[in-house]
Nanobody, 120 residues
Framework: QVQLVESGGGLVQAGGSLRLSCEASGNILRIANMAWYRQAPGKQRDLVAVITSGGSTNYQDSVKGRFTISRDNAKNTVYLQMNSLKPEDTADYYC??????????????WGQGTLVTVSS
């Protein structure tokens, strides 16, 4: 089994910052892409940011310049630094990882989600 455990969500005022963490554990050979998604009430789940195993990143346009995704491959952990938060960033944030359990078994794993609430 492979698990992703997120932490770092909470309530923050507009303009503030939060840092989300997501650690993968279990039977893991290596992790390819790691990403953060978010889902606001009544809306679909959208990709926020993604990072490859080599460190290349890509962001949703609405968070560019405010959010930074990073990872520590030795710890199987991905981070999302969120600055200049806006009320429209309020959502459940989900970690996602493309995990190789061995040379033949590859699976997509999701975390349980962590709530970020930005007050105006």
């Amino acid at each position: 089994q492979v698990q992703l455990v997120e932490s770092g969500g909470g309530l923050v005022q507009a303009g503030g910052s939060l840092r989300l963490s997501c650690e993968a554990s279990g039977n893991i050979l290596r992790i390819a892409n790691m990403a953060w998604y978010r889902q606001a009430p009544g809306k679909q789940r959208d990709l926020v940011a993604v990072i490859t195993s080599g460190g290349s990143t890509n962001y949703q346009d609405s968070v560019k310049g405010r959010f930074t995704i990073s990872r520590d491959n030795a710890k199987n952990t991905v981070y999302l630094q969120m600055n200049s938060l806006k009320p429209e960033d309020t959502a459940d944030y989900y970690c996602n990882a493309d995990v190789w359990r061995d040379l033949f078994r590859r699976l997509e794993v999701w975390g349980q989600g962590t709530l970020v609430t930005v007050s105006s």
